[in-house]
């Protein structure tokens, strides 16, 4: 059974942190590039930032540039990311999709066409309130 599990979501105030993770089971990440994605109540699902399978490049969307990071852990079949200085627009139930192929090796995959992703999370919920 091939599985990716988002953990680490929750309830945090506004300019607080989370971070989150995505693990990956029954197979490796070493060869798939990572996206997280978010969908809001009533808003379509938006990604928010990708990283490629190796050397770590990245994509962020401009919402949450400069406040987010994403990490690969190959060592520990895990993604994670770090979410600083939240907003309550952060709101949302966070997705991680891995996508497969040659093309994503060095270069992250797109933000908005989910189609280049092969696996995805059940996704994990944060609410950012007061």
């Known amino acids: 059974q091939l599985q990716l599990v988002e953990s680490g979501g929750g309830l945090v105030q506004p300019g607080g942190s989370l971070r989150l993770s995505c693990a990956a089971s029954?197979?490796?990440?070493?060869?798939?590039?990572i996206g997280w994605f978010r969908q809001a109540p009533g808003k379509e699902r938006e990604g928010i930032s990708c990283i490629s399978a190796f050397g770590g490049k990245t994509n962020y969307a401009y919402s949450v540039k400069g406040r987010f990071i994403i990490t690969k852990d190959n060592a520990k079949n895990t993604v994670y990311l770090q979410m600083n200085s939240l907003k309550p627009d952060d709101t949302g139930v966070y997705y991680c999709?891995?996508?497969?192929?040659?093309?994503?090796?060095?270069?992250?995959?797109?933000?908005?066409?989910?189609?280049?992703?092969?696996?995805w999370g059940q996704g994990t919920q944060v609410t950012v309130s007061s």
């Open positions: 029954g197979f490796s990440l070493d060869h798939y590039a």
């Open positions: 999709a891995a996508a497969y192929g040659s093309s994503w090796y060095h270069q992250p995959p797109s933000l908005t066409n989910t189609y280049e992703y092969d696996y």
